[in-house]
């Protein structure tokens, strides 16, 4: 059983920079693959960027790619999600989610554990 709890959203002007945090329960986090996804109001939950558990794989939606980073600390139980230039169009809901695998699925419906999500809101 994994718990997560998210971190870091708020409100920041277009070009602006957020750092999400992910901390994550338990000891086999490093097992662990990590994703961080996005659901804007009225929109399906996309897929933003994950991080094999071993943290020497990445994957970006074309939509992040070149702006956003994710990284983790193994040691820390935590996964990061740094966002720069940021454009009104990266409003959203932002989940971290884990699954066990040796892949980086990128469905959320592969992901077993969720957190309840932080809001990031980004003005023109």
């Known amino acids: 059983q994994v718990q997560l709890v998210e971190s870091g959203g708020g409100l920041v002007q277009a070009g602006g920079s957020l750092r999400l945090s992910c901390a994550a329960s338990?000891?086999?986090?490093?097992?662990?693959?990590m994703g961080w996804f996005r659901q804007a109001p009225g929109k399906e939950r996309e897929f933003v960027a994950a991080?094999?558990?071993?943290?020497?794989?990445?994957y970006y939606a074309d939509s992040v790619k070149g702006r956003f980073t994710i990284s983790r600390s193994n040691a820390k139980n935590t996964v990061y999600l740094q966002m720069n230039s940021l454009k009104p169009e990266d409003t959203a809901v932002y989940y971290c989610a884990a699954v066990r695998s040796f892949v980086i699925p990128r469905s959320d419906v592969e992901y077993d554990y969720w957190g309840q999500g932080t809001q990031v809101t980004v003005s023109s």
């Open positions: 991080i094999k558990w071993s943290g020497t794989s990445t």
């Open positions: 338990g000891r086999t986090f490093s097992s662990y693959t």
